[in-house]
């Protein structure tokens, strides 16, 4: 069954790929995906290396070679050799900005609405949604902000 995928560089690619693959100051993972796709070219003056052999050779997976070689025809090749950002990883954007923190705070070292002794960090949740400081929040993100600061609840 012959490749869906199919990565033919040209010369200029391949002289970044190499000088990627032979700097010193490279990433790790970053070189093993230019390597994986300086193995994979099928081009006319291409190693044309098949997935299982790459996989071998550099001791990741079959499947991990055809993402990449998927990752390098439809994003392009930076796209295949740099990291992508996780989404919900940790440079997503905050929940709450420094004047939502400082009011959760506030909310926080007040006195707890009637029938509680104290807040809980679902109903500080349901405060900061009433009082539209968010559109919607978890008691978890409540949580670990009020975690991080340094107040005295009492």
Partial sequence: MPKKYVIEL???EREMLQGMVLGKRVAARKRQHA???LKADQAADGPAWTDERIAEAFDVTARTVERIRMRCVEHGLDDAV???QNPNGPLQRKKLDG???ARLCQIACGVAPDGRQSWTMQLLADKLVELTVVESISDETVRTT???TRSSHG
Avoid: G
């Fill in 10 to 12: 040209s010369r200029a």
């Fill in 82 to 84: 740099e990291r992508r």
């Fill in 35 to 37: 390597q994986i796709v």
């Fill in 146 to 148: 009020l975690k991080k």
């Fill in 99 to 101: 004047a939502a923190e």
